[in-house]
């Protein structure tokens, strides 16, 4: 049960670190609060930016629970 725990979680983080790299640079956090590139308006994500953001916060809660779950199986 462990091992396969642990494995969900390689392949979960993997997932994860891809979906990180493969979305839109500029898009964060800095660009709201130090305005950069020029305008500061904030628009809503759509299409394929919209399911990326949806998949990545899937992936992380998934990788929490996993986390958590290892712990107590432990």
Do not use: D, H, P, W
């Not at 390689?10 to 997932?15: A, D, K, N």
């Not at 930016?49 to 998934?62: F, P």
């Amino acid at each position: 049960m462990q091992n396969a725990l642990i494995i969900v979680q390689i392949v979960v983080s993997l997932l994860l670190s891809l979906l990180i790299l493969i979305q839109e640079r500029g898009s964060g956090l800095g660009e709201g609060i130090a305005g950069v590139g020029g305008a500061t308006i904030q628009t809503k994500k759509r299409g394929a930016e919209k399911v990326l953001a949806q998949l990545t916060v899937l992936m992380i809660v998934l990788f929490l629970g996993l986390s958590l779950s290892l712990n107590f199986v432990q």
